[in-house]
DNA sequence: CCAAACGTTCAGTATTGACTGAATCTTCAG
DNA sequence: CTGAAGATTCAGTCAATACTGAACGTTTGG
């Protein structure tokens, strides 16, 4: 790996750290999108990021459950290839979506949390909750339109 | 402010804790969406949400960087008063697109970084660009609709 | 001009949580 | 069955950072 790749990398580590993973579920996921080969094992990654195997063993673990990374194992071979399948962003993409559900709910309890107060004290939330519900509509329908525009333009489904 | 209420500001103060923000700055944007009446001094918002008057300083500082809440200040009177403002959410889902902004930034440079390397390789990352950029599009408009349909709705700009 | 009320700053503290590395478990070859 | 190589687990360490609280600066009323 270049120094440019090493920048991506870390860049991703950042990301993915501010984002609820771990920064080092975020180098991981980087090196996973530009390696050669595109399969690796846990021990080429641990070396390759000068990390410990337990921090790619952990981290790995979060990326699977987010589906950011495929784990596959060849017979007669003990060692597990790990790599970052097709749709990973559109994954992604997803995952924002339910950031804003989860805005919601908590929304709609501080709307409970108010009872009988009178509109003007409740228009603050209500305010909130049209714009949320309406991102939270919009986000996989634009996520639909996508993959449906690059179905027809490439006849893949991915 | 009663107990619905004390755990929407913790809901709130967890949520923009994960978000980038701290967790304090999310408890005093929660509790001036609920808070009765809607402007608060900093003296009572310390004492409602039992922290120091510092702390507030600071996350009021933040949330006002971020456009989430506005500092108003009444003749006469050396208080300094702070609510959050309409159009608040609007504003926050902006924020989101400039999150994409950011990671299809970063994911350029990756691509730079792999070179001359040979199509199957950059795959990878140029899928990942299509979906960033396609929802980085879309967002704004998205919320340009709504902001026009909110405004035919109800003749008000927000 | 003085005093009081309010907000800000910043050094110190406590807590969180990510990473390390050794021990353990698992899987395959011989 | 035995040994070796890989992956996982987990207790411990370390660093980042959010919050506290006292000292300071600022503004207004007397």
Known sequence: MNDEGAAFVEAMGQFLGS??????????WGYLLICDPPEQTAG???AELHASRGAISG?????????FVRR???????????SAPPGTFTTFAMNAGAI???LRVILEHGLESLGDKPPPLR????EALDVVRHVEREIPATLERFVA??????????
């Open 19 to 28: 984002s609820g993973m771990t920064p080092m579920a975020g180098r991981v």
């Open 72 to 82: 596959t194992r060849k017979r007669g071979d003990r060692r597990e290839y790990f």
């Open 100 to 102: 804003y559900r989860r």
């Open 123 to 126: 228009a603050r939330l209500e």
């Open 149 to 158: 525009d690059r179905a027809a333009n490439t006849g893949n489904a991915l």
């Open 59 to 67: 981290s790995v673990r979060l990326l699977e459950a987010a589906m």
């Open 44 to 46: 080429e990654i641990a």
